[in-house]
Each structure stands twice: as C-alpha cells, then as structure tokens.
C-alpha cells in the first residue's frame, strides 16, 4: 500500500506544521473550535506534541479530536483517556481547567453517539 505522499516525508510535514501554526492560531482551532481543515495535518501535529512533551495533555487532545473527524473511535477513545490521565497528573489554573473540562465533556459527547 503506498502511503500518503503529502504526510511522509518529515521535514515536509514539519514545514506544513509550522505553516498551519503561523496562519492561525491552530491550538484554538483544534480544541475550542473543533474546526480545521485538515485532520490528517491535526492528527500528525498531535503526535509531534507527544514525542516532544509526552508529559502534556494538549498532544493527545489533538489526536483525540483528529481521530474522532478522521472516524478512528476506537483511537479517539484511547487518546482522550491518556489526555486525561496527563490533566490530572498537572495542576492547571481555571482557565486551563475550564477547557479541558469543556473538551472532554464534548468528546465524550460526540464519542458516545
């Protein structure tokens, strides 16, 4: 099976992050919004936060999200739990707390259906 030239090449991938990065603010985009244009390019942004700061929730909500739009459940599921177990593991102030509370009260949601 060949794999998705626009995702394989890494200093490809890591030019179009920071690209996406600089055109608007992609933190927002992913976890308040629930909008943005390529999931795949969220998914893959996801996974970069993990292996440089696998200690943070954000990566994970990232994947989370990008795998419920990309309709991978079962991995959507996985990562909402690690972005949860990494939550609870760091003490955020309220406005931290109220979006990640937020955002795993609607991944659940959209998860359940």
């Given amino acids: 099976m060949m794999k998705d030239k626009q995702h394989s090449d890494p200093d490809e991938v890591l030019t179009r992050l920071v690209d996406a990065i600089a055109q608007r603010d992609s933190f927002r985009s992913i976890l308040i919004n ?12 996801g996974g970069l936060l993990v292996r440089v700061v696998s200690a943070e929730a954000i990566g994970y909500a990232s994947l989370a999200r990008a795998h419920r739009h990309l309709g ?13 177990i990494r939550f ?6 309220p ?16 998860l359940s259906k």
């Fill in 72 to 84: 991978n459940s079962a991995l959507a599921l996985e990562n909402l739990e690690q972005c949860r």
């Fill in 34 to 45: 629930d909008a943005f244009d390529d999931w795949d390019l969220a998914k893959t942004f």
């Fill in 88 to 93: 609870k593991a760091y003490h955020a102030g």
């Fill in 95 to 110: 406005s931290a707390a109220e979006l990640f509370f937020s955002f795993f009260a609607e991944e659940e949601r959209k």
